[in-house]
């Protein structure tokens, strides 16, 4: 009788095929995002700023949280103050569940916005925001990473100036990956709902 050598490839195919079926079904559905999903399309969290309390950080710093990354400075008068309001009442919403994220709120306005004042800006909004400063070149880095942008626009006779800036909202999840995208004028109800699945620990794919 001759050897049934056909067997061994055959065995190897199905137990690749088996391997594939069963990695599928680890792999999982996508997750419903309502607002703009941007998994895939945005890089991970990452930066070298100074938190408000003066202490050097990284976006390693925040793995284990789902994050909302927020460009603006102190001195403007609309559209800051109002996402951060906005935000609070999110945070609000989600309980306990809040406990696991953090807004980070990082100044387009260097040359007056310092640790200090942007823990007492911040803090008046929630508890879980955090103040991010740096150098004009490392925020301007961090704003082009993610394709938002920023512009001094010129001062007045008193020397005062507002920054024109972009108004997106950044959201990572635990492990640092993009994965939503938001505007001020995105419904609350969208934003609760996806920070809600980010912040189910089950919530991976």
Not at 40 to 63: C, E, I
Not at 127 to 141: F, M, P
Request: hydrophobic share 40%; with cysteine; aromatic share 8%.
């Amino acid at each position: 009788m001759k050897p049934r050598h056909w067997l061994r490839p055959a065995l190897l195919f199905l137990l690749l095929a088996a391997g594939l079926l069963l990695g599928g079904c680890h792999r999982g559905e996508p997750l419903p995002f309502r607002l703009t999903n941007i998994s895939g399309h945005m890089p991970d969290l990452d930066f070298k700023l100074t938190d408000d309390s003066g202490k050097a950080v990284t976006g390693a710093d925040y793995r284990g949280k789902v994050v909302l990354l927020y460009f603006g400075y102190t001195h403007c008068p609309d559209v800051c103050p109002l996402t951060l309001a906005q935000l609070h009442v999110v945070m609000q919403r989600l309980g306990p569940l809040a406990d696991g994220a953090r807004i980070l709120f990082v100044s387009v306005d260097p040359a007056r916005d310092t640790p200090a004042i942007m823990h007492a800006y911040v803090n008046a909004f929630d508890k879980r925001a955090v103040g991010l400063v740096g150098d004009a070149r490392s925020v301007e880095a961090l704003s082009k990473r993610y394709r938002s942008a920023f512009t001094r626009e010129p001062s007045s006779a008193d020397g005062a100036y507002e920054v024109s800036h972009s108004s997106a909202i950044y959201v990572f999840d635990r492990d640092g990956r993009a994965r939503v995208l938001a505007t001020p004028s995105a419904s609350q109800d969208d934003l609760v709902h996806d920070l809600h699945l980010l912040l189910d620990t089950g919530a991976t794919p």
